[in-house]
């Protein structure tokens, strides 16, 4: 009898974890020789959400642009930027200036907030050979006309990219790229179901890895990452620990450190959160065998999507989605963070605050940075934090 080769799912694991960290590091955009088989640019992108479907059916990979983290020195944006702006924009415009992201083919941001929308105005004047776009999301989705709206924006898209790319974008094409792109957030539904049922098979610093592989990469190696991963993290056999369960917030733009994550992985269970959502935006598949699929996005967009801080949609109230956080992922308490000078995740984090204190649960508030490098006086608070908890739940 031949003996059973029992594969090591924790060095399959940690090798895909490597993969996914050098990718989420690497700022730079591949050259049009290195990117593979049916790509043939980059499309870039600024948070919260873009339909990478339509970029992905022109043969552009979508590249979600998130700043330049806590390694990037900063010598050209300062002086085009005033020093209130946040983190994200000033060091994604220094990324433009100083030639990182020379390779693509065009960039595309959303009017979030004064200071996404007007990153386009500066784009287009200090990188004149690039395509720069403002993709109008609807300030009112409860509007009756908002879907047909959110189709427009995306047909004029479809339309731009077209004739960048030099042919024209399919349905089929579209409909096949739908395909892809809901079974890649099938995967990350799934990974989100295990942090909220087993914690302690992941991370969240592993989970967001997972998650921001996927903005660089194409759609299809993340697929087949996710796959792999997946199996693995339900083999794991961890410890138990005493730690209390938290969830999340304020990541949904700039992204915190991935210090700051393994920090807070270090005294607490994270059992979810909303950093990359616009990598995770719809709540159920696209419908993908219908007659238009640029409509199919468009009305996913409105009517099956994740709560954010910069969607104002009445029938999402800001604390009923961190309620239904908190009650899913049956956690004890809150970690409420905002980027610095972020004024949407600063907004958000006042009514959340009112809704928790309402509602008697604990939480804690912090403030990031994406250049922030120094972490003991975080890990004290959120330690005392941890503390406070297991004591109060004992
Ligand atoms: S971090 Fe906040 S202020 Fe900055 S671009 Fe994003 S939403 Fe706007």
Same mark, same amino acid.
């Given at each position: 009898m031949s003996a059973q080769i029992v594969p090591d799912y924790e060095a399959q694991l940690n090798a895909i974890l490597d993969r996914c960290h050098s990718a989420s590091l690497d700022a730079r955009i591949p050259d049009a020789g290195e990117l593979p088989e049916g790509y043939t640019g980059t499309l870039g992108n600024f948070p919260v959400y873009f339909p990478d479907e339509i970029a992905h059916a022109a043969g552009l990979l979508p590249v979600n642009i998130l700043g330049g983290g806590n390694?990037?020195?900063?010598?050209?944006?300062?002086?085009?930027?005033g020093s209130f702006v946040c983190s994200i924009c000033r060091s994604t415009t220094e990324l433009g200036l100083n030639g990182t992201l020379?390779?693509?083919?065009?960039?595309?941001?959303?009017?979030?907030?004064?200071?996404?929308?007007?990153?386009?105005?500066?784009?287009?004047?200090?990188l004149p050979d690039q395509m720069a776009e403002i993709l109008y999301l609807p300030?009112?989705?409860?509007?009756?006309?908002?879907?047909?709206?959110?189709?427009?924006?995306?047909?004029?898209l479809r339309a731009e990219l077209a004739r960048k790319v030099g042919h024209p974008i399919s349905d089929a094409a579209i409909r096949s790229s739908i395909r892809l792109y809901n079974k890649k957030r099938r995967l990350m539904r799934e990974?989100?179901?295990?942090?909220?049922?087993?914690?302690?098979?992941?991370?969240?610093?592993?989970?967001y890895l997972l998650v921001r592989a996927g903005t660089r990469i194409p759609c299809e190696e993340h697929v087949e990452l996710l796959e792999q991963a997946l199996p693995a993290i339900r083999q794991r056999h961890v410890a138990a620990q005493d730690k209390p369960r938290v969830i999340f917030v304020g990541g949904f733009c $700039?992204?915190?450190?991935? @210090?700051? #994550?393994?920090?807070?992985? +270090?005294?607490?269970f994270v059992v979810d959160d909303d950093l990359l959502i616009g990598q995770r935006w719809f709540t159920e598949d696209v419908p993908e065998d219908v007659g238009d699929p640029v409509w199919a996005l468009a009305?996913?967009?409105?009517?099956?999507?994740?709560?954010?801080?910069?969607?104002?949609?009445?029938?999402?109230?800001?604390?009923?989605?961190?309620m239904a956080m908190l009650r899913?992922?049956?956690?004890?308490?809150?970690?409420?963070?905002?980027?610095?000078?972020? $004024?949407?995740?600063?907004? @958000?984090? #006042?009514?959340?605050?009112? +809704?928790?204190?309402?509602?008697?649960?604990?939480?804690?508030?912090?403030?990031?940075?994406?250049?922030?490098?120094?972490?003991?006086?975080?890990?004290?608070?959120?330690?005392?934090?941890?503390?406070?908890?297991?004591?109060?739940?004992?």
């Open positions: 390694k990037l020195e900063m010598k050209h944006a300062d002086a085009r930027m020379a390779g693509l083919t065009g960039f595309v941001t959303h009017p979030i907030c004064d200071a996404a929308k007007h990153l386009a105005g500066i784009w287009s004047r200090n300030q009112n989705p409860n509007s009756p006309g908002a879907a047909r709206y959110v189709a427009a924006e995306y047909q004029r990974l989100y179901q295990i942090r909220r049922d087993e914690p302690w098979k992941l991370s969240c610093s592993e989970s $700039e992204q915190p450190p991935l @210090e700051m #994550l393994e920090t807070i992985d +270090d005294a607490c009305e996913s967009y409105i009517e099956r999507s994740h709560a954010s801080p910069v969607q104002h949609d009445e029938r999402k109230p800001k604390g009923d989605y961190l899913d992922g049956k956690a004890d308490a809150a970690i409420l963070t905002a980027a610095k000078f972020c $004024e949407p995740g600063l907004d @958000e984090q #006042l009514f959340w605050s009112k +809704d928790l204190d309402a509602a008697g649960v604990q939480y804690l508030v912090l403030e990031f940075e994406e250049k922030m490098t120094s972490f003991e006086q975080m890990a004290m608070q959120v330690e005392t934090f941890a503390e406070s908890l297991l004591f109060a739940l004992a």
